[in-house]
């Protein structure tokens, strides 16, 4: 099932403290894609429709501000910087009030994360990251959370809807079924849903705001809700500084003095 782990990789997407702005690149809407027939297109498969959406990156890198809320009016407001190297690493740092709190280093077998508050670190080994979440999400497909696309490869989705306004994917695997929903004009992601099989639990990010950088089209918002058990989560992410082209550093040490936890 979907549980506390799960919900500590979209926090951990919004921990955080944001780095050194860079100058903005010049923005402006997607284009429309155009079909060439209606019949055509209704007989194409996912990867027909949507491969084209795919455009190749190779670093990504953007500043985000954060509202999470939980229980009973909780909330918190960090700051955050994020950076990632395609199908290899995300990295992550933040905190409140310009304080650097946490850093967290996800590869392609592990997630080690720093409690520079705490002088802490923590570190799960695992190809696919059991033990942190149920769902054996690899680096390419968080990334792919991330940057609004597909999770899995498009050869693995069936068509559930389309129709002139919206396109609907699916891919349903033993314990989850992953969903999008598109606008069929700009054939961007309106919402991402992981839905556990066996229980209520579920985590959705709904995107929005779209925009063209550097040829990509990124939503500068995003809303994720998430349950586990009694427990909803609502995270609010909203991205600026956003850069597919800047080669990037890792910077990632863990102080001799830091102890070790579970």
């Given at each position: ?108 077998d592990s ?67 992953t ?20 229980t ?5 990010a ?57």
């Amino acid at each position: 099932m979907l549980n506390k782990g799960f919900l500590l990789i979209l926090l951990a997407v919004s921990v955080l403290y944001a780095c050194k702005g860079r100058r903005k690149k010049h923005r402006e809407t997607p284009p429309v894609v155009r079909m060439e027939n209606d019949s055509m297109s209704a007989k194409a498969s996912a990867a027909d429709l949507l491969s084209s959406t795919l455009k190749t990156w190779t670093y990504f890198s953007a500043k985000i501000d954060v509202e999470v809320r939980y229980g009973e009016g909780k909330k918190f407001n960090p700051n955050a910087s994020i950076r990632m190297y395609k199908d290899s690493l995300i990295w992550l740092s933040g905190g409140l009030f310009g304080i650097e709190g946490l850093r967290v280093l996800i590869n392609k077998d592990s997630v080690v994360m720093i409690n520079k508050l705490e002088k802490t670190y923590t570190i799960y080994k695992n190809n696919a990251f059991k033990g942190i979440s149920d769902i054996p999400l690899t680096v390419t497909q968080l990334q792919n959370l991330i940057i609004a696309k597909p999770v899995y490869a498009l050869e693995l989705y069936e068509i559930l809807l389309q129709n002139e306004n919206r396109l609907s994917i699916a891919y349903s695997q033993e314990k989850f079924k992953t969903q999008h929903s598109f606008q069929k004009q700009f054939l961007t992601i309106d919402t991402t849903s992981i839905r556990d099989k066996s229980t209520p639990n579920f985590a959705e990010a709904r995107y929005s705001e779209y925009s063209v950088v550097n040829g990509h089209n990124f939503p500068s918002f995003t809303f994720i809700t998430a349950t586990s058990g009694q427990k909803i989560y609502e995270i609010e992410l909203r991205y600026s500084d956003t850069d597919f082209e800047t080669a990037l550093t890792f910077p990632f040490t863990i102080p001799a003095s830091y102890e070790k936890t579970k």
